[in-house]
């Protein structure tokens, strides 16, 4: 299964994550898109953000393509990247 990883705050989706994800889903031939929710990301520290929670239901309400996944969000309190949210995944 070729899968892809697009990870980001999302904080709101928008349009041009959902065809950036679409985009990537066909051009390279994928099976699906794992959206990576991240809690905590380095380039917004200082900024607000909306709750994890809040964007995590925006996430779902904006997809609701089958082949388009959503990452349960790790509970991290300091900075974190996607890729530790991955590594995060694999531990648990």
Known sequence: MRLGLFGGTFDPPHLGHL???AECLHQL????VLWILTPNPP????????PLENRLAMLQAALGLSLIH??????????????FCLKKKQQT
């Open 19 to 21: 065809i950036l994800a």
């Open 29 to 32: 031939d994928l099976d699906g």
């Open 43 to 50: 380039h917004k520290q200082g900024q607000t953000i909306s």
């Open 70 to 83: 959503i990452s349960e969000p790790t509970r991290l309190l300091s900075i974190s990247y996607a890729v």
